[in-house]
């Protein structure tokens, strides 16, 4: 079983609309929550971290953490045709390797 | 410019041959990763650099072997490819391991194994 998992796999928006994508973890370890973008041919580049509960805003993208849940969401308001790609949730633990487990992503299309 | 940089783009080879991609960054950063990103695009690291030492290695085949020759650079070799090693692989950078370090990633290069 995956240690981070995303939902859903898949989703589809209308331009200017909200996108929601989910994200639970099953490690209690893991204090620290990244989201990455991923657009078609390039490498993925990172979007918001969070590691406190509640939300956290930048711009269009709000990130919400609960620790209590192991869930964090991202929410894309006002979702725009470039928000196209594929979107990984990634944690790691407070200690040990520190190695960034990434999620199984989540492939979201906004349509003109 | 100041990036991750990775060659080749693209490489097409045969079952058994010996590959090396190659990745720089130009970002001063003193951590450096190597992950696979497989068909379902599933992205899972394989091995770790700071400052030239591996600190991180993920159980892959003892045919994955990384190379270092400063903080700059970590190039992959893959002695005698197999079938299931097709791939893109994706090298990135930070500063510094933990939680909070932000990872830049390099365009990856794709790998067939006919």
């Known amino acids: 079983q995956q240690k981070v998992q995303q939902s859903p796999e898949s989703l589809s928006v209308p331009e200017g609309g909200m996108a929601s994508l989910n994200c639970t973890s099953s490690?209690?370890?893991?204090?620290y929550f990244w989201w990455y973008r991923q657009h078609s041919g390039e490498g993925p580049k990172a979007l918001m971290?969070?590691?406190?509960?509640g939300d956290k805003k930048e711009g269009r993208f709000t990130a919400h953490l609960n620790k209590a849940s192991l869930h964090v969401s991202l929410h894309i308001r006002d979702s725009q045709p470039s928000d196209s790609a594929l979107y990984f949730c990634?944690?790691?633990?407070?200690?040990?390797?520190?190695?960034?487990?990434f999620g199984s992503g989540t492939q979201l299309t906004v349509m003109p | 410019e100041t990036a991750v940089f990775q060659t080749p783009n693209y490489h097409v080879t045969q079952v058994g041959n010996e590959v090396s991609f190659n990745c720089k960054q130009t970002l001063g950063h003193d951590t450096m990763y190597w992950y696979k990103q497989d068909s379902k695009k599933l992205l899972k690291i394989m091995f770790s650099?700071?400052?030239?030492?591996?600190?991180v290695n993920e159980t892959v085949p003892r045919r994955f072997s990384p190379q270092s020759s400063d903080k700059a650079h970590l190039n992959l070799r893959i002695k005698s490819v197999e079938p299931e090693d097709s791939a893109v692989y994706l090298c990135a950078s930070s500063v510094g391991l933990g939680g909070r370090a932000e990872q830049f990633f390099g365009p990856g290069t794709r790998l067939t194994v006919l």
């Open positions: 971290s969070i590691f406190s509960d």
């Open positions: 990634a944690a790691t633990a407070s200690s040990g390797s520190w190695q960034l487990i």
């Open positions: 490690d209690r370890n893991f204090q």
């Open positions: 650099y700071n400052n030239k030492q591996l600190i």
